[in-house]
């Protein structure tokens, strides 16, 4: 039995049964020309799935507005040929064993660092800001919030009717539901903003109460969040327990089956006073099953690696099962480990460590 076995034990949460307890983290790749994901697509995913990654969440995918993408290559979660696509992905890592999610997206006002790509309408923000101080936009109206919760509840019911296990939104990293969290750029003063993440949260909760009503009361909703923003490393929105309590409760009363927790590394404590990370407190605080992440399995810090930076090495994974065995959290994502190294997770659980690969930010460039 190796070191890791406690990894490798099954989760069960409503309708969603987990081999193990190992998640591949979603991670833009952009290889889907035209929004519509391709052979090579599914058989990246497929080769995890083969390779005991208990649960695969997409790349994010875009719901159905002008703007949700900035990005010709990422895939989108509508029209008849993009879901002919995904419907191809889930029937070939089903086929492989695997267990699957899509992870739903907009990316309101974010600017494509690589081109000069403009959408075909305004971006969507809650008040024009894409960091603080900067408008570059119009705030959303009330008919195109509303047009943006069907977009996230439509997709939910298509990827249902796919076949998919489980549907994951994205609510993270300073795109736009979580542009709705950030007080420095949520600058609204109707029902979708104010001085609270209880106020400010109102925009995520009824996204998520639109797709519990179209997928029903069984189907598992994962919910991606973090305190840092890509505008902003340094953020922290929720700054004791209790504001922490006060924005995620009412996404859990919304419908959020699993918080998953986002860090730039997962070791870090979220408060003063306790070693527990996000995904500690937000299972603490909730009850909900929680997803932690943030440079597992490697010893560079993601972002840096991501944007360039040096090589990483495989890590150990003691402070990991650490807290995992402590009961913080009930699954793991890995994210750079598993681009590279598309049988990361059998060999973690058979103990071949030194077979575990380096992670380059050259293997941007394919899909392995």
């Given at each position: ?9 099954p ?9 193990n307890r ?9 290889f889907?020309?035209?929004?519509v994901p ?5 058989e ?6 083969a390779?005991?990654?208990?649960l695969?969440i ?8 002008p703007?949700a993408?900035n990005d ?34 907009h990316?309101?006002?974010?600017r ?7 959408p075909p309408?305004?971006?969507d923000?809650?008040?024009?800001y ?8 119009e705030p ?8 943006t919760i069907a977009?996230f509840?439509r ?5 249902k ?10 609510g993270?990293?300073?795109?736009l ?18 001085s ?7 925009f995520a ?8 009503a179209e ?6 909703i ?9 505008q902003?490393y340094?953020v ?11 924005w995620?409760?009412?996404?859990a ?6 918080f998953?927790c ?10 003063e006073?306790?070693?527990l ?7 603490k ?25 040096e090589?990483s090495?495989p ?11 402590r009961?913080?959290f ?5 994210g ?5 190294d598309?049988?990361w997770?059998?060999k ?5 460590t030194?077979?575990l ?8 460039a394919?899909?392995?």
């Open positions: 039995m190796s070191t890791a076995a406690p990894l490798f034990q989760f069960t949460h409503k309708t969603l049964k987990l081999p190992i998640v591949m983290a979603p991670m833009t790749r952009s889907s020309p035209g929004g391709t052979e090579a697509v599914a990246y995913y497929r080769k995890r799935a390779a005991a990654v208990g695969i997409s790349e994010g995918t875009v719901v159905q507005r703007a993408s010709f290559n990422v895939p989108r979660f509508w029209g008849d040929d993009a879901l002919a696509g995904w419907q191809n992905v889930i029937n070939t890592v089903h086929g492989a064993g695997g267990v699957m999610a899509p992870q739903l997206w990316v309101g006002a974010v494509n660092r690589r081109s000069e790509w403009q309408a305004p971006w923000s809650p008040s024009g894409s960091s603080p101080g900067k408008k570059f936009t959303m109206t009330d008919e195109t919030i509303a047009d977009a509840a997709a939910a019911g298509a990827a009717r796919l076949g998919f296990d489980s549907i994951e939104l994205h993270a990293h300073g795109y539901i979580d542009q709705f969290f950030w007080d420095s750029i949520n600058l609204r003063d109707d029902r979708y903003g104010g609270d993440l209880v106020q400010r949260g109102h909760a009824d996204i998520l109460k639109a797709v519990r997928v029903g009361p069984d189907y598992p994962i919910i991606r969040l973090s305190q840092w923003k890509q902003d340094a922290q929105m929720a700054k004791t327990p209790d504001e922490m309590a006060a995620l409760q009412p996404l009363d919304a419908g959020a089956d699993i998953h986002s860090q730039r590394r997962f070791w870090e404590p979220e408060f006073g306790s070693d990370n996000f995904a500690g407190w937000a299972k605080l909730t009850g909900r099953p929680t997803i932690t992440v943030g440079s597992v399995g490697l010893n560079g810090e993601f972002i840096a690696s991501m944007m360039g930076g090589t090495k890590a150990s994974l003691d402070e990991l099962l650490r807290r995992f065995d009961g913080d009930d699954l793991v994502a890995v750079r480990a598993l681009i590279s598309p049988d997770a059998v973690v659980r058979d103990g071949r030194s077979e690969s380096d992670y380059s930010p050259a293997a941007l394919e899909l392995v």
